[in-house]
């Protein structure tokens, strides 16, 4: 028994806390649910997907433009420093980039060749590479000399693409257009004027340039 004024020990509590019950989760709530979850997560996958394809676009875009420019500038560079304009149409267009022997006269290797692919909409360059370990004999046979008159022809043209040692790269690619004009005929052209545009997923640019040769000669004939 428990006298008055005296409290009963805590564990000699006879008496039961009420219950209490949280009411569960039915199952449509746990699929709504789950239908909402996944809503938004496709929602959050497809927003990541597309500023990632935005952001890939954008950066081929700027390739694309970084690389026009550079490529104008690399050519405009290439007239400037040419000794002689050769063989032009609106597809080709030879120079004589150096006398690199000192012979005074137009060897095969010291010529550039810049071709236009409309079809492939690409403005490339090239010219003779030798390998280190070919015979100096070799390389006389593909170095020949070539006439004034030649040089300003057609079928030089093929004569430098169809070499073996015929090396190109491209100066810039989607190139929906691209003409230069000449203020003279070869071989007396003394300036060149460039246009080119560029094209690539609905955007466009126009890239101008205008060229004077610094040190233009006469050829001599071999």
Known sequence: MIGRGESAAPGNDMRTAPRTFRPAFTLVELLVSLAIGAIVLSAAAALAFAVSYAWSKSDDINQVIHQGRTGIMRFADRLRTARAIGFADTAFLIIWREDSNG??????AELTLFEYDSQARRFSEGQLIFPANVSQSTIDANNTVVSADTFTSAPLVNAVRNNP???????????????WSLNEPPPATRMVQVRMTQEKDGLSQVLHSGVTLRAPIQLEQP
């Open 103 to 108: 012979d005074g006269q137009v060897n095969r």
């Open 165 to 179: 040692y015929y090396r190109s790269g491209a100066v810039a690619d989607y190139v929906q257009q691209l003409t």
